[in-house]
Nanobody, 123 residues
Framework: QGQLAESGGGSVQVGESLRLSCVVSGITVDYNRVGWFRQAPGNEREGVAT??????VYADSVKGRFTISKDDEKNEVYLQMTMLKPEDTAMYYC??????????????????WGQGTQVTVSS
């Protein structure tokens, strides 16, 4: 049973950066798919980035600004966010463990989820 805990959210100004962290237990990040999602009030949860071995996929809205990475030894996943925009404001969730169902940035693809960390970007 995987357990995930996010941290690193906060309130920033437009153009600033944040680094989110996700501590993972019960499942290893080295050979399992991990990803980051976000959900703004009234919106569906959307996939932001995912990685598995040498494959990395980003949503078009964050390409060139966000970077997903992981530390296999610490069993942690990170999301480096730069050039933040007000539309990046959302609760950010870490996810792990593939169900094999749906595209790699679909919510249905992931088995385990964290509780989320809030990111707020002000202009």
């Amino acid at each position: 049973q995987g357990q995930l805990a996010e941290s690193g959210g906060g309130s920033v100004q437009v153009g600033e950066s944040l680094r989110l962290s996700c501590v993972v237990s019960g499942i290893t990040v080295d050979y399992n798919r991990v990803g980051w999602f976000r959900q703004a009030p009234g919106n569906e949860r959307e996939g932001v980035a995912t990685t598995l071995l040498d494959e990395t996929v980003y949503a078009d809205s964050v390409k060139g600004r966000f970077t997903i990475s992981k530390d296999d030894e610490k069993n942690e996943v990170y999301l480096q966010m730069t050039m933040l925009k007000p539309e990046d404001t959302a609760m950010y969730y870490c996810a792990a463990g593939s169900t094999g169902v749906g595209p790699v940035l679909a919510r249905s693809r992931y088995r385990y989820w964290g509780q989320g960390t809030q990111v707020t970007v002000s202009s």
